[in-house]
C-alpha cells in the first residue's frame, strides 16, 4: 500500500512537471516566434513542447513560411511529424544565420548563464545558439540554481581518442570526471558527431573551497586538445522563460 501511495505521488509529480515544461515552451513561442522566421529548434523535454506549439500554430494557420534548424536527430523526427519545414545550416535558407533559437536547459544561474547538453546535444545546440540573433531558453523553477557546475554535471564533448589525456587535464582543474555511459547499449553514450561525453563537477575537497566562473571555464576547457566543446553557454545574452508552480511564466529578459 505504502508502495503504491509513492508511485501515484511520483506520477502526480512528473505529471505536475510536464505541465510547467508545457507552459514555458508554448509561452516562449507564442511571445516571440513569428511569420517568416529562420527558427533554431532546440532538443530536450521542455524544448520539444516549444517545437510542438510551433506545429500546432503552423497546422492553425497562425504561423506562415517558418524555415526551421533542428538540434538533433529527436527534434528532426518531430518536425516530421508536425509538418515544420526544416534545413541544414549549410543550407542557402539558413545561410545567413537564425533570427530566434528556443532550447531547454539542465541549469539556469541568477545571471542566466546555463549548463546544456544533458541530451547529448551540446555541440550543434551550441553552434545554434551562437548563430541566433536572438536566443531563448524554456524551463520550469527545478532548473534555477545560485551556481553552475557543482550539482548538475557539465558535459564535454570530447574525441575518443582523447578520452585519458582529456580526463588527466580535467582532473588536474580540480574536477570530477565521469565517461558518460549508455541506457539500453553497452558502452558509452557516443553522439551524433561520433564523440564521447565526460561528465565534470567541481565541488571537489580539491578545489580547497575554491570557486569557479563558468565564463573563463567555457574558453578554458576548449583549450584542452581533443575537446570539442563544452556545456558552459555563457557567451549569448539570452531571454529565459521560467515556468513557476504556481502557474505562471517568470520572463526573464537577455543580459
Same mark, same amino acid.
Given at each position: 500500500m505504502e508502495q503504491d501511495l509513492k508511485k501515484l505521488m511520483n506520477e502526480e509529480q512528473l505529471k505536475q512537471?510536464?505541465?510547467l515544461k508545457l507552459l514555458a515552451g508554448k509561452a516562449a513561442v =507564442?511571445? +516571440? #516566434?513569428? %511569420?517568416g522566421m529562420k527558427l533554431g529548434l532546440g532538443t530536450g %523535454? !521542455?524544448?520539444?513542447h516549444a517545437v510542438r506549439r510551433v506545429g500546432e500554430l503552423l497546422a492553425q494557420g497562425t504561423l506562415r513560411d517558418i524555415c526551421a534548424f533542428a538540434t538533433s536527430l529527436q527534434t528532426e523526427i518531430e518536425c516530421e511529424k508536425l509538418g515544420i519545414p526544416f534545413y541544414t545550416l549549410n543550407s542557402r535558407e539558413l545561410a545567413d544565420g537564425l533570427d530566434? !533559437?528556443? =532550447?531547454?536547459?539542465d541549469e539556469i544561474d541568477p545571471q542566466n548563464r546555463l549548463i546544456k547538453g544533458g541530451g547529448g546535444a551540446l +555541440?550543434? &545546440?551550441? #553552434? !545554434?545558439?551562437? %548563430?541566433s540573433s536572438l536566443y531563448a531558453i524554456v524551463a520550469d523553477e527545478s532548473k534555477l540554481t545560485d551556481r553552475l557546475g557543482y550539482g548538475f554535471p /557539465?558535459? /564535454? &564533448? /570530447?574525441i575518443p581518442a582523447a578520452r585519458v589525456q582529456a580526463a588527466k587535464a580535467l582532473d588536474r582543474l580540480g574536477a570530477k570526471v565521469i565517461l558518460r555511459e549508455a541506457v539500453r547499449k553497452a558502452g558509452p553514450v557516443i553522439t551524433e558527431h561520433g564523440n564521447i561525453i565526460l561528465d565534470i563537477r567541481f565541488n571537489l575537497p580539491a578545489m580547497q573551497g575554491k570557486t569557479i566562473d563558468p565564463s573563463i571555464m567555457e574558453a578554458e576547457l576548449n583549450q584542452i586538445p581533443g575537446i570539442v566543446e563544452n556545456g558552459f553557454f555563457t557567451r549569448k545574452p539570452l531571454m529565459a522563460f521560467i515556468a513557476r508552480s504556481d502557474g505562471t511564466v517568470e520572463t526573464r529578459p537577455a543580459v
Open positions: 512537471r510536464e505541465q =507564442d511571445a +516571440l #516566434v513569428k %511569420s %523535454s !521542455t524544448a520539444i530566434l !533559437t528556443i =532550447d531547454g536547459a +555541440l550543434i &545546440e551550441k #553552434v !545554434t545558439a551562437y %548563430s /557539465v558535459p /564535454v &564533448e /570530447v
